[in-house]
């Protein structure tokens, strides 16, 4: 499951960024095909905080920063 979750999570971002960019650089697309990048990037977003969060709550021993060993 947590795996699963991980690759949600990638997933997510990648769509997040790759959405982002074509909302923000379109320059010949119509005002649809401009709001449908950015709802899938919002949707991306969203997803992919609320993946990070659950791996960060589930297992927070893997996530904690790292503290120098005496």
Do not use: E, H
Not at 6 to 20: E, H, N, P, R
Not at 33 to 46: C, E, K, N, R
Not at 57 to 68: G, S
């Amino acid at each position: 499951m947590k795996k699963l979750i991980a690759m949600i999570c990638v997933v997510s971002w990648a769509g997040f960024w790759a959405f982002g960019y074509l909302a923000l650089s379109a320059q010949d697309f119509d005002s649809g095909q401009v709001m449908l990048a950015a709802l899938l990037a919002f949707v991306g977003m969203v997803s992919g905080v609320f993946a990070y969060m659950w791996l960060a709550r589930t297992y927070p021993d893997n996530y904690r920063r790292a503290t120098p060993s005496a």
